[in-house]
C-alpha cells in the first residue's frame, strides 16, 4: 500500500465548475499536512497547509481527518489557470515530505 | 522565485556513468532534501541533509550519495547510472529551527536522462 493514496484522475470540468480532490495517508505518525501545485515541467509549489480545524483561501478550502487519515481539498469556482496537478503531501517529524502520485486537473472554457 | 537554483537543467548519461547534480539553496537554509520524480509520479525522498550532515534517507540505494556544503550548497551523486534513474531531480531548501515545519523551497529541476 502506498504511504500517500489519490486519484490519480485525470478529472476534466468546465470554467466555475466546483472539484474536489481527496487523499488518504498509512503513517499515523504524519506531522504536517498539504497540498502543492505542480504545473506541467516544473517544480511543485505549496498551495496551501491543511489543518484538522479546515482552512480557506480564496476559492481553496482544505480539510484533514486524522481519524479517518484523510485529506480533502475543495476547488470551487474553477478558472483555467487552476490546470495543473495537485500533489497530496504529508510531513514526518524531520521535515521527509511524502508525496501521492497527484491528480490531474484540466479545466476546459 | 523561490530563491533555489538547480545546475544543470537536463542532462543526458549512459548507463553505467556517473552524474554530480547541484542545488544552491536560499541563504540562511540549514536543510536541504533531494527528490526523485519519474514521470507520471509524485516525487520520492532520497535523503535529507541537516548543517551538512545526512539526517534523513528514503528507499534508495547507496549508489546514491549526496553532500552539504557551508555556503548553502549541495550536490547529489549517482554513480552507476540505470535506466530507471531517468527522472526530474528536485532540491528542497527550508530553515529547520525549533518551531513547527517550515515551508520547503523547492528548485526547478534537473532532468536527467539515462541511455
Known amino acids: 500500500r502506498k504511504e500517500v493514496e489519490q486519484d490519480p484522475g485525470p478529472f476534466n470540468v468546465p470554467e466555475g465548475a466546483t472539484v474536489a480532490f481527496n487523499c488518504t495517508y498509512s503513517n499515523s505518525a504524519s506531522q504536517s499536512f498539504f497540498w502543492y501545485r505542480q504545473d506541467c515541467r516544473k517544480e511543485p509549489k505549496l498551495l496551501m497547509s491543511?489543518?484538522?480545524s479546515g482552512n480557506e483561501d480564496g476559492r481553496f478550502t482544505a480539510q484533514l481527518n486524522r481519524a479517518s487519515q484523510y485529506i480533502s481539498l475543495l476547488i470551487r469556482d474553477s478558472k483555467l489557470s487552476d490546470s495543473a496537478t495537485y500533489l497530496c503531501?504529508?510531513?514526518?517529524?524531520?521535515?521527509?515530505?511524502?508525496f501521492g502520485q497527484g491528480t490531474i486537473l484540466t479545466v476546459h472554457p | 522565485e523561490t530563491g533555489v537554483t538547480q545546475s544543470p537543467t537536463h542532462l543526458i548519461k549512459t548507463r553505467g556513468q556517473q552524474v554530480t547534480l547541484r542545488c544552491s539553496s536560499q541563504?540562511?537554509?540549514?536543510?536541504v532534501s533531494w527528490y526523485q520524480q519519474a514521470l507520471g509520479q509524485g516525487p520520492q525522498f532520497i535523503f535529507q541533509y541537516y548543517r551538512e550532515e545526512e539526517n534523513g534517507r528514503g528507499n534508495f540505494p547507496p549508489r546514491f550519495s549526496g553532500l552539504q556544503f557551508p555556503n548553502y550548497s549541495s550536490e547529489l551523486n549517482v554513480n552507476a547510472l540505470e535506466l530507471d534513474d531517468s527522472a526530474l531531480y528536485l532540491c528542497?531548501?527550508?530553515?529547520?529551527?525549533?518551531?513547527?515545519?517550515?515551508?520547503?523551497?523547492f528548485g526547478p529541476g534537473t532532468r536527467l536522462t539515462v541511455l
Open positions: 491543511v489543518y484538522s
Open positions: 541563504s540562511g537554509h540549514n536543510t
Open positions: 528542497a531548501s527550508r530553515y529547520a529551527g525549533t518551531s513547527s515545519y517550515n515551508e520547503q523551497f
Open positions: 503531501v504529508v510531513s514526518s517529524s524531520y521535515g521527509k515530505l511524502t
